[in-house]
């Protein structure tokens, strides 16, 4: 059987593979029965989704199998990845689903898993349901004893409540004007909303009109000329991109800057020291985010811990060392002070609170360091991955010791398609470069 889970939780081509009907239900009688096990009392599953055509016939399938194992669900509705996470937590759920493919566009769907706590799971908890999935049939449990359905009202503004909270104490966003893109998606009637009523003059939305085909389509964190482009022409003070499942936060400035989670994460963490709220005195981030940020980290006395990709393997960090900020380069922003998994709406309402505290154009306050040239590139290979490759091997022990002391190389696997992810930085953007277009070239002669 294949793989199920990925770098996030579940994810493939709707109504193909590991994303049909039939899988899904299987998937929600498996992890049903997984936490109906934990469980002292009757499980309970709080059940969300963002605005994908497939998401609808995902969660029948997967409330259908809670179902049949005795799990009652509850229906969240549209809400972004940390609604459900926080909602898990408030309604005293064994376990939390979130239907997204977070930032990836319409013709995808997956799955992300919470446990009580509204965390994601362990690699641990997800290995013993792939081993569930590959036993026979799951029984289901007698007519009397299946579960029920519930769609408890409400929830959309009580987690616009939750992130409004976030707002340092004294503070509104008055005299702001701020361009929100919500990416036709999970937060399409939240985030603008959060912001307006935090007080902000004008807050102009885009994204925020999703038909069921068009989330990430020309907008939101990974397509952001129209953010750039919105925020210039109407005069804005600065912009909001959020994903699919708004659990990712990219900002620009009023230039139409682009602002990375890089950026935001120094930002975030020098203004909490300031505040005597920084735990860990420093943040965690992965090996991703630019030696830049780790630099002036050390510059201003804080530390940069890093950990293999993906926000869920940052958030573990954080709970074992005591960190309460980190996040990604790519925009998944932590502060597990409010919620345990990533939150875009809430970043924001930290970094506009920075910004209207310092009294500064965003320009100025959003450009914290400067980032050390960085290139990235993806190969695609068929067969056999050629990670383990001796050639490849050999070259990069070699390219880090080329750039050692002056910039770093990282070879990796996607964790969800047939790619080999190429990442070069360094002072030298020459020698950035060439190294990147040496390792792609020989990846795709190994390929």
């Known amino acids: 059987m294949a793989k199920f889970f990925g770098t996030d939780g579940v994810r493939g081509l709707a109504n193909t593979g590991k994303m049909t009907p039939l899988s899904m239900m299987r998937l929600g009688q498996v992890v049903g029965k997984y936490f109906a096990a934990e469980s002292s009392s009757r499980a309970c599953a709080v059940i969300g989704k963002d605005t994908r055509l497939s998401g609808d016939m995902i969660e029948a399938a ?3 199998g809670l179902t049949s194992v005795g799990v009652d669900v509850k229906r969240a509705g549209v809400l972004p990845t940390s609604g459900v996470s926080l909602m898990t937590k408030a309604l005293r759920a064994d376990l939390g689903v979130m239907i997204t493919a977070s930032h990836n566009k319409f013709p995808d769907n997956g799955v992300k898993f919470f446990g009580p706590d509204g965390c994601k799971l362990s690699d641990k908890s997800e290995a013993e349901i792939e081993a569930l999935l590959t ?39 008055k005299g702001m004007k701020i361009v929100v893109d919500a990416a036709n998606g999970a937060a399409f009637a939240t985030a603008a909303a959060t912001l307006w009523e935090l007080g902000a003059d004008d807050v102009i939305s885009i994204g925020e009109s999703p038909t069921g085909d068009n989330i990430n389509a020309g907008c939101g964190s990974t397509a952001t000329d129209l ?28 230039k139409g800057r682009i602002i990375d ?39 201003n006395d804080m530390q940069l811990i890093r950990t293999q990709v993906g926000d869920r393997h940052v958030a573990a960090k954080m709970r074992a060392d005591g960190y309460n900020v980190g996040g990604e380069q790519s925009g998944h922003l932590l502060m597990t002070d409010y919620s345990p998994t990533g939150d875009g709406t809430m ?23 400067e980032p050390v040239p960085q290139i990235l590139k993806n190969v695609r290979f068929s067969g056999k991955s050629p990670m383990a490759h001796p050639k490849l091997l050999a070259a990069i022990e070699t390219a880090q010791s080329d ?24 002072d030298d953007s020459e020698q950035v470069n060439q190294t990147v277009d040496d390792f792609v070239n020989l990846i795709s002669g190994l390929a």
């Open 62 to 64: 997967l409330i259908s």
């Open 135 to 173: 036993k026979p049939e799951i029984e289901g449990v007698e007519s009397a004893a299946l579960g029920r359905m519930s769609s408890p009202g409400g929830l959309q503004a009580r987690y616009i409540e939750l992130c409004k909270s976030t707002l340092p104490s004294g503070q509104t966003l």
């Open 227 to 254: 953010l750039s482009e919105t925020v210039v022409k109407t005069g804005a003070d600065v912009g909001v991109a959020l994903d699919g499942d708004a659990d990712r936060l990219i900002m620009c400035d009023e």
């Open 261 to 299: 989670g890089d950026q935001l994460l120094g930002l975030i963490a020098t203004s909490w020291k300031a505040q005597g709220r920084l735990r860990g005195n420093g943040l965690v981030a992965t090996v991703m985010s630019n030696l830049g940020l780790e630099r002036y980290l050390q510059d």
């Open 347 to 369: 970043a924001a309402i930290q970094v506009l609170a920075e910004i209207k505290r310092q009294g500064r154009a965003a320009s100025e306050v959003l450009n914290v360091f």
């Open 403 to 426: 750039l050692a002391g002056r910039g770093r190389v990282l070879i990796r696997a996607s964790g969800t398609e047939p790619l080999i992810r190429v990442m070069a930085e360094g």
